[in-house]
T-cell receptor, first 113, second 111 residues
Framework: GQQLNQSPQSMFIQEGEDVSMNCTSS?????WLWYKQDPGEGPVLLIA?????ELTSNGRLTAQFGITRKDSFLNISASIPSDVGIYFC?????????????FGTGTRLKVLA | KAGVTQTPRYLIKTRGQQVTLSCSPI?????VSWYQQTPGQGLQFLFE???????NKGNFPGRFSGRQFSNSRSEMNVSTLELGDSALYLC??????????FGPGTRLTVT
């Protein structure tokens, strides 16, 4: 099935460090969503982006909707142990008046205390 | 406001059997989408229902079907289970096209 490219695939960082990850697509999207998923749970919505160039923050998280509308970025500042998890991007694809979300491959974040 | 709920949380079935999973969306949300999540394929869209009508469908075989009731609750059915159907099945509800909220998922194991 179709998936968006997310990088990096995984990363180990020290507590307190800043984290950056991105998501790229060959298609143009109208909406980007960023989620975090903990083991055995469903993804939790972190940030939603609706316009090219838009920058939105949610606490220590900041996400940007790429100008080309084919990419998006998520930054986490001053990471803490509870930031551990898998982060997914999702792009909204519209067709014939309906829509669906295409998900990225995920970035697994591990924080070393 | 209560979040998306899914039942059961865990299920073990045998090849060839069928299974029905249930999802209750956030109150007021009329759109319900279903996804399959596996380590190899990631999160894959199954279908979306809005006001009891299937509005969109992913690339899954006809063994995967769903329906939505007038109270927006949705069920997903998989018939003639195969080993490869083992996955986390996630339901997501939406009030509009702008956001989507997931439930905790149902972990299906096919033996």
């Amino acid at each position: 099935g179709q998936q968006l490219n997310q990088s990096p695939q995984s990363m180990f960082i020290q507590e307190g460090e800043d984290v950056s990850m991105n998501c790229t697509s060959s298609s143009i999207f109208n909406t980007w969503l960023w989620y975090k998923q903990d083991p055995g749970e469903g993804p939790v919505l972190l940030i939603a982006l609706y316009k090219a160039g838009e920058l939105t923050s949610n606490g220590r998280l900041t996400a940007q909707f790429g100008i080309t509308r084919k990419d998006s970025f998520l930054n986490i500042s001053a990471s803490i142990p509870s930031d551990v998890g898998i982060y997914f991007c999702a792009g909204q694809e519209r067709s014939s008046g309906t829509y669906k979300y295409i998900f990225g491959t995920g970035t697994r974040l591990k924080v070393l205390a | 406001k209560a979040g998306v709920t899914q039942t059961p949380r865990y299920l073990i079935k045998t090849r060839g059997q069928q299974v029905t999973l249930s999802c209750s969306p956030i109150s007021g949300h009329r759109s319900v989408s279903w996804y399959q999540q596996t380590p190899g394929q990631g999160l894959q869209f199954l279908f979306e229902y809005f006001s009891e009508t299937q509005r969109n469908k992913g690339n899954f075989p006809g063994r995967f079907s769903g329906r939505q009731f007038s109270n927006s609750r949705s069920e997903m059915n998989v018939s003639t289970l195969e080993l490869g159907d083992s996955a986390l099945y996630l339901c997501a509800s939406s009030l509009s096209a702008r956001e989507q909220y997931f439930g905790p998922g149902t972990r299906l194991t096919v033996t």
